[in-house]
């Protein structure tokens, strides 16, 4: 077990390391650098030449990599060059509305997609399955800001339950911050619960199958009885698989999320840093997002094996 | 009264009728057989019995049981029989029990939910079963999980599952057929013991008509969904006064009429020659830094094969056969040793320089439905090897050959354009058949190739085997742990126990007088229907 831990940690360190060459790589390759964007077209060659010079920008360019990684490690993301304050401020003030709102998705699509595949599953062929899975075929087609729009005109313009959009701040209170982040949240859960969903189905109808199954039944277990024990915790294993890569879309989502919903949030900072050419900011979101889908999977890895004891000597 | 009472069962799934008016009855503390070729009704039959067809499945007639009328039962009343008053075996163990669950937690779960005992009461209970069907607790915790197991391990979990609460009718559906002779016969043993010591009525399922003669009281013979004849085991089984129960009998001992045991022309040079070849894996890891000690699966085996002769290589599951063929051919390498073939070396070789010992030298599988990408035609499957050919045959040659092939295997040329689900198990293997001659090979091996038939298809496929071996002069390798396959068609037999080949000679001495432990172990435990019927006869008096 120690050891399957320990060589999953190496993987995802590896990642890491090639994520981070791959995205100082492409920032190379764009033309221009931080010290152009920063004085702008017209700035005179000895200026230019001055700031590079501060910057570290005429070192060779591994030297300039090795800086920037020993910068990550300490938590030095650099300076963002717009808002001239440390771009892991910038980072932790909106990571407390994005990381929320990631977490309240991806919650919220496990608790919807779940039970409602397991029920289709156990109604298999029958009209309620029908239905969960016609509204999942709805779900997986309908992009996400279209359901944000959807639910902002019925909740907040006509209902008035919640805020249209914005963010509060946690300042104002635990529950005026949750409240301005439930419509974001459903909008970002539901095209992925509608594809859990389907995966959840498919996987249970797939174990409902199985010979242990036969076995359960035999031993005079109900039908409802065996879906839960027997047949749920085997389904898991490519439900998990799919919630792991699910997450890297959810990330992305909140960029489009966020701007439909006015959230202060990373996705929002990302794209406003890519608008205004804050290519140091870009660059640490985006190493600082890897990570996370990186530590999500490890996680998944980890969640498999705990449902599954043949995995637990594999490795 | 009986225990359990069956009266004109007929059962159709969407309309294809699956059973005509079966009837069957059991007493208490009586071995029904129940036998039959695959698709004769008889798995079915014991489904409808558990109320646990499939979806889609209609049965009307009467089936009684203990004096419930099962067909008329609501879920709730068949759950209360389910596990408690009938208990159910399966054919195959390594699917049947939960993966993601230890062996005390599914041995227990039957016994909480029907008799509402504690955790720990209940799983005293199942440590007791464990203990009866000879899992005990110093090797076999509770908290084991299947994958810990082997296959026969994993059988008497089910069966300590299904007799748990002592039910009155157990089914037991093919409980052996996955398992090796030497398994068969213990657990055969087991389910007796258990079914004399509870007075359990048992209903076993089999194709194999001498493992129902050496446990049954009365056999019911079943074919197509109806029965054909039932009676009293030793009677029926001897006296074959029905054609159909003659034709099984006749097919389950069939040997095949091979007129010139290769005069085994000792002078020739050796075909394939094995010398010294072991096979070793690694251990598993027993820490982080420390690995675990290799597992050798073959140990120095030596042996060689002439032109056209035909040897069987027996073993139990586990003994390193499959190990060895697959290093024949080539699809493995050897830890120490060589493998020549033709007279030449395999080892060291790439593919390119394997090519001409390849398509001398083909294999026959033992599943006939998972050897065959399903979306090709039958003549692209069987044309498959014709790639080891030095020049690349022409289209119209291809046809041609394809067409030979399928009229040596007895299939017609307009097979060819077919494709495998249109053909029975039989004829698949058939289709394995012609893909392995077409490139006129002088070596077959075979794994298990008749072992998934029934056993008309059985001999039918055997003499093929023998035909081909006399007119094409092909040499075969049978991989088998049936002894009536290596009688009915081999010259030789080799024995191999933990990676040893510990016993060889001619088939007909070694399989009557066997001299190994391994030989005699599995000589022994080998079903015979003559010597079965001969046994009921004499404690019948």
Not at chain 2, 354 to 370: A, E, H, K, S, T
Request: overall charge neutral.
């Amino acid at each position: 077990m120690t050891a399957f831990l320990l060589k999953r940690l190496l993987i995802g360190l590896a990642t890491l390391v090639v994520a981070s060459l791959v995205v100082f790589t492409v920032m190379e390759i764009l033309p221009g650098d931080a010290a152009m964007l920063m004085l702008g077209m017209n700035a005179s060659p000895a200026a230019l030449d001055a700031l590079r010079e501060q910057m570290g920008l005429n070192q060779p360019v591994i030297m300039r990599y090795l800086n920037w990684m020993a910068g990550l490690a300490v938590g030095d993301f650099g300076r963002s060059f717009t808002y001239s304050s440390p771009v892991i401020d910038l980072i932790a003030e909106r990571a407390v509305v994005s990381l929320p709102l990631a977490l309240m998705a991806l919650v919220m699509s496990t608790a919807i997609a779940i039970p409602v595949g397991l029920f289709a599953a156990a109604r298999r062929g029958k009209t309620a399955d029908a239905v969960a899975m016609g509204a999942a075929q709805i779900g997986v087609a309908v992009p996400n800001f279209w359901f944000a729009l959807l639910l902002v005109y019925v909740f907040a313009v006509w209902l008035r339950w919640v805020p249209a959009g914005g963010f509060p701040g946690w300042s104002a209170g635990l529950w005026p911050g949750l409240k301005a982040l439930i419509l974001p949240s459903v909008a970002l859960a539901l095209p992925q619960a509608a594809i859990l969903a389907r995966v959840t189905r498919s996987a249970m109808l797939e174990v409902l199958g199985e010979d242990y199954i036969r076995t359960a039944r035999a031993k005079g277990m109900p039908r409802r009885i065996v879906l839960w024990r027997h047949a749920l915790r085997n389904a898991m294993i490519p439900v998990l698989t799919i919630l792991g890569l699910q997450f890297a879309f959810l990330l992305a989502g909140t960029i489009i999320i966020e701007n439909v919903f006015y959230l202060p949030g990373l996705g929002r900072l990302v794209f406003q840093a890519i608008t205004q050419r804050d290519l140091i900011v870009v660059e640490g979101v985006v190493i600082l997002l890897v990570a996370s889908v990186i530590v999500v999977n490890l996680l998944v890895d980890l969640a498999y094996a705990l449902v599954d004891p043949r995995l637990r000597i594999r490795a | 009264m009986s225990l359990l009472e069956i009266e004109n069962l007929t059962l159709d799934i969407g309309g294809t009728p699956i059973l005509k008016g079966v009837d069957l009855s059991i007493a208490e503390g009586e071995v029904m057989g129940l036998v039959g070729e695959s698709g004769s009704g008889k798995s079915m039959t014991a489904l409808a019995i558990m109320q646990l067809m499939p979806y889609a499945a209609r049965a009307s007639g009467r089936v009684t049981f203990n004096g419930i009328d099962i067909l008329g039962a609501s879920e709730q009343a068949m759950c209360r029989l389910r596990g408690d008053d009938i208990g159910m075996v399966f054919q195959e163990p390594m699917t049947a029990l939960n993966p993601v669950k230890t062996i005390g937690e599914q041995v227990s779960e039957g016994i909480r939910w029907h008799t509402g005992a504690n955790r720990a009461d209940a799983e005293a209970r199942a440590r007791k079963i464990l203990d009866r069907v000879g899992l005990p607790e110093a090797k076999f915790p509770l908290s084991r999980y299947p994958h810990e197991l082997s296959g026969g391990q994993r059988q008497r979990v089910v069966i300590a599952i299904a007799c748990a609460l002592k039910p009155k009718l157990l089914i037991a559906d093919e409980p052996t057929t996955a398992l090796d002779v030497v398994l068969q016969k213990q657990i055969l043993e087991l389910l007796k013991d258990l079914v004399d010591e509870n007075r359990m009525g048992l209903l076993l399922i089999s194709h194999d008509l001498a493992v129902v003669a050496d446990m049954a009281d009365r056999v019911t013979i079943m074919r197509h969904g109806e029965v054909m004849e039932d009676g009293e085991t030793a009677k029926t089984l001897s006296e074959q006064v029905h054609p159909y129960t003659r034709q099984l009998a006749q097919a389950s001992m069939h040997v095949p009429a091979r007129p010139h045991t290769t005069a085994a022309s000792s002078k020739a040079e050796n075909l394939l020659e094995i010398r010294n070849v072991s096979r070793d894996y690694p251990g598993r890891r027993v820490s982080l830094f420390r690995k675990g000690e290799p597992f050798r699966a073959v140990n120095d085996v030596s042996f060689s094969l002439k032109p056209g002769q035909s040897v069987a290589l027996v073993g139990r599951s586990g003994c390193g056969k499959s190990t060895l063929a697959r290093m024949i051919l080539a699809l493995d390498a050897p830890t120490a040793g060589d493998i020549r073939f033709l007279g030449d070396s395999l080892l060291g070789k790439d593919e390119t320089a394997l090519r001409p010992f390849r398509r001398n030298m083909q294999v026959v599988f033992q599943d006939p439905y998972g050897s065959f990408n399903p979306r090709h035609t039958v003549e692209r499957l069987v044309s498959e090897p014709l790639h080891l050919l030095d020049g690349k045959p022409t289209p119209a040659e291809r046809r041609e050959r394809v067409a030979k092939a399928l009229h040596e295997v007895g299939l017609a040329k307009a097979d060819m354009d077919k494709y495998p689900h249109e053909f029975s198990g039989g004829q698949r293997q058939r289709l394995s058949i012609a893909r392995a001659i077409i490139t006129e090979p002088k070596l077959i091996v075979a794994d298990e190739p008749v072992s998934a038939l029934d056993v008309s298809i059985r001999a039918q496929i055997l003499d093929l085997f023998a035909d081909l071996n006399q007119r094409l002069g092909v040499a075969y390798l049978f991989i088998t742990h049936d002894l009536t396959v290596a009688r009915a068609i081999t010259d030789e037999v080799m024995v191999m126990h933990d990676g040893r080949i510990v016993e060889e000679g001619r088939t007909g001495d070694i399989l009557d007088h066997p001299q190994s432990d391994a030989a005699k172990a599995l000589v022994a435990a080998a079903p015979d229907l003559h010597r079965a019927i001969a046994k009921r006869f004499q404690e019948q008096g």
